[in-house]
């Protein structure tokens, strides 16, 4: 067993295979989308939307009583270490009214789920294009074992080509790939769900507090 797993480990061909798999990512999705791709690989591990939303509904709390007893203006005192709450707590406070923070709120939940999904489509990409570029493998190798046929000792290393690339590409694209881009679909779904929950939240604390406002201009101007 040992021996065969030993055979199975070609550095020049997995290295090849992930340059052309690497080469295809960039050209479908852009440099920008490739990089952020490789930088969400640490959120495999320290992800935990479920650990942020508690965060987020403790942190809410103290917003709310903030407002209560001071006013929007001191929402953004909360000290929050998310920097998405920390954001949306100064734009409240600088809100002057609540259609102003819903707009920004909108705004920035659709460009985070962009940029979500944009990461999303690369790890899609080198899943796509994994087994690909094995076929393609597969079939050089196979062209120089047919070419070497009056040479009984080229056989070997074309048929190890045409056999590890197809491994290879199956490997990335089954065991490492597809894994990574559900992982990062379903953090990106619950990171989006809980914060459109605090948006929510917020715009409803604007509105309440924007009301006593909305009465007073409406009686002076009757």
């Given at each position: ?50 650990r ?41 406070a600088?809100s002057d ?79 490492l790939?597809?894994?990574v ?30 009301a ?11």
């Open positions: 067993m040992t021996n065969i797993a030993g055979h199975l480990f070609d550095p020049l061909t997995l290295l090849a295979m992930l340059g052309c798999i690497a080469l295809v990512a960039l050209f479908q999705n852009g440099a920008s989308a490739s990089g952020r791709a490789l930088m969400a690989l640490r959120l495999l591990l320290t992800g935990n939307p479920d942020d939303r508690d965060a987020a509904r403790t942190a809410m709390l103290k917003i709310d009583q903030v407002a209560q007893l001071r006013g929007l203006s001191c929402t953004d005192r909360v000290k929050t270490a998310n920097a998405f709450l920390t954001e949306a707590a100064r734009k409240l600088n009214r609540a259609d102003q923070f819903e707009l920004w709120a909108a705004q920035a939940l659709a460009d985070r789920a962009q940029r979500h999904g944009a990461v999303h489509r690369v790890w899609l990409s080198v899943a796509d294009a994994a087994p690909a570029l094995g076929m393609a493998g597969t079939i050089i190798g196979l062209v120089g074992m047919f070419a070497a046929m009056d040479d009984p000792a080229s056989l070997g290393p074309s048929m190890a080509l045409a056999l590890l690339t197809t491994f290879y590409g199956v490997v990335i694209a089954n065991i790939a597809a894994p881009a559900a992982r990062l679909a379903d953090l990106s779904d619950r990171e989006l769900a809980w914060q459109r929950e605090v948006v929510e939240r917020m715009l409803a604390i604007a509105r309440r507090e924007n006593p406002l909305r009465r007073a201009s409406m009686r002076e101007v009757a």
